[in-house]
């Protein structure tokens, strides 16, 4: 099971991190990463981070954004600086394992103009 947190309500500039833990060791997940999905739109992929360590980010959030890890605490970051008001969606995490793919709850990201 994936348990996301940490959104909120930000103003235009300012920054959040996301969290995300899983109940089973990171280090059995090929890939974690997050999507996010805005009102009336699809859910689009905004960044992964894979066994080992390797990222990649939509670019639409590159230079914005970090994804990291902490394999002791089984838990993956989305760090989101300089946030602007289309960045506001309910955002997901995901693991990929094999052929497998889970989704945690939703963590909603709102961001004022």
């Known amino acids: 099971q994936l348990q996301a947190s940490g959104g909120g309500l930000v103003q235009a500039g300012g920054s959040l991190r996301l969290s995300c833990a899983t109940s089973?060791?990171?280090?059995?997940?090929?890939?974690m990463g997050w999507y996010r999905q805005a009102p009336g739109k699809q859910r689009e992929w905004v960044a992964h981070i894979s066994r080992t360590s390797g990222t990649s980010y939509a670019d639409s959030v590159k230079g914005r954004f970090a994804i990291s890890r902490d394999n002791a605490k089984n838990t993956v970051y989305l760090q989101m600086n300089s946030l602007k008001p289309e960045d506001t969606a309910v955002y997901y995490c995901?693991?990929?394992?094999?052929?497998?793919?889970?989704w945690g709850q939703g963590t909603q990201v709102t961001v004022s103009s």
């Open positions: 089973i060791s990171i280090l059995s997940i090929n890939y």
């Open positions: 995901n693991a990929v394992r094999g052929t497998v793919a889970d």
